[in-house]
């Protein structure tokens, strides 16, 4: 019973394509998130919905469209995907919006762009 | 612009000894801190926090200690097991966000 689980774990594709990672919590939490590691392992937040509603967007390009369905799942959609999007892209949850609540994190999608 | 940074890439500490980890800021109106554990191929895990109003937070065998005044704080890891063999990140909350260090890799030696 995993309470971050997104899927797949990996992907691998080739530019242009368009391509979807999937999350989903069963914590009950009313936030979640997604994170995008880089090549040099920063860790930085992309997008934040709370409740299905979209609070934060961190200047993502908007070929990444994140799609929350309900509180429990938020999806995240790439468009014609580039080189630079390869990364390990995380999903998180928190029970709200105050950020000084610990995050849970799922375990990753490991994206590389051929 | 890195406001929370993990200057050492990696550290290797002897089973049983005490592992300390280094984290700095630059954003004085950070008011609470988070450190998180990652092991390969899972994501960060939560280990433990302290608000800028302590000095010490303490559980178990992890303590964080946070000096305002040199905007540094440390995680404290004793007695170190191989378990704690991981990347640890510091984090800091801004504006409904986490800004995250770059980590640092922890080897314990048995």
């Known amino acids: 019973d995993t309470a971050v689980s997104q899927t797949p774990k990996y992907l691998v594709t080739q530019m242009g394509n368009d391509k979807s990672i999937k999350c989903e919590q069963n914590l009950g939490h009313d936030t979640m998130y997604w994170y995008k590691q880089d090549s040099k392992k920063f860790l930085k937040i992309m997008f934040s919905y709370n409740n299905k509603e979209l609070i934060i967007n961190e200047t993502v390009p908007n070929r990444f469209s994140p799609k929350s369905p309900d509180k429990a799942h938020l999806n995240l959609h790439i468009n014609s995907l580039e080189l630079g999007d390869s990364a390990v892209y995380f999903c998180?949850?928190?029970?709200?919006?105050?950020?000084?609540?610990?995050?849970?994190f799922g375990d990753g999608t490991r994206l590389s762009i051929l | 612009d890195q406001q929370v940074k993990q200057n050492s890439p990696s550290l290797s500490v002897q089973e049983g000894r005490i592992s300390i980890l280094n984290c700095d800021y630059t954003n004085s109106m950070f008011d609470y801190f988070l450190w998180y554990k990652k092991y390969p191929a899972e994501g960060p895990t939560f280990l433990i926090s302290i608000s800028s109003i302590k000095d010490k937070n303490e559980d178990g065998r992890f303590t964080v200690f946070l000096n305002k005044s040199a905007k540094h704080l440390s995680l404290h890891i004793v007695p170190s097991q191989p378990g704690d063999s991981a990347v640890y990140f510091c984090?800091?909350?801004?504006?409904?966000?986490?800004?995250f260090g770059k980590g640092t890799r922890l080897h314990i030696l048995p």
């Open positions: 984090a800091a909350p801004r504006d409904d966000k986490i800004i």
């Open positions: 998180a949850s928190s029970p709200g919006v105050y950020s000084n609540q610990p995050q849970h």
